[in-house]
């Protein structure tokens, strides 16, 4: 049973912005948010995922150092939706990217992959 599913990643060119889609069922959204929230992630070949950045259900979003300024998350919870809004993006944001559960993950799911490249 997919739980959570991302969507919204494609080709773009150095400079360009994509909006990421973290797309889960109500309890599922509302059991992330009793907890520690989601984050999402990135991961590029060989490497382990690693956090872009996180929100809990009506806080800020918390954003890694070299994501502030061009990334923002938030969420849609008529749509169940969590977004990641990117901008401005270089061939370093180049990556599968990710939503989850922080703490205790869910399954994983396929993941969007995000190509930054000219």
């Known amino acids: 049973q997919v739980q959570l599913a991302e969507s919204g990643g494609g080709l773009v060119q150095p400079g360009g912005s994509l909006r990421l889609s973290c797309a889960a069922s109500v309890s599922t959204l509302r059991s992330i948010f009793m907890t520690y929230g989601l984050g999402w992630y990135r991961q590029t070949p060989g490497k382990q995922r690693e956090l872009v950045g996180s929100i809990q259900s009506g806080g800020s979003p918390n954003l890694v150092d070299s994501a502030k300024g061009r990334i923002n998350i938030s969420i849609d919870k008529a749509k169940s939706t969590v977004y990641l809004q990117m901008d401005d993006l270089k061939p370093g944001n180049t990556a599968v990217y990710y939503c989850?559960?922080?703490?205790?993950?869910?399954?994983w799911g396929q993941g969007t992959r995000v190509t930054v490249s000219s």
């Open positions: 989850n559960r922080l703490g205790r993950h869910l399954p």
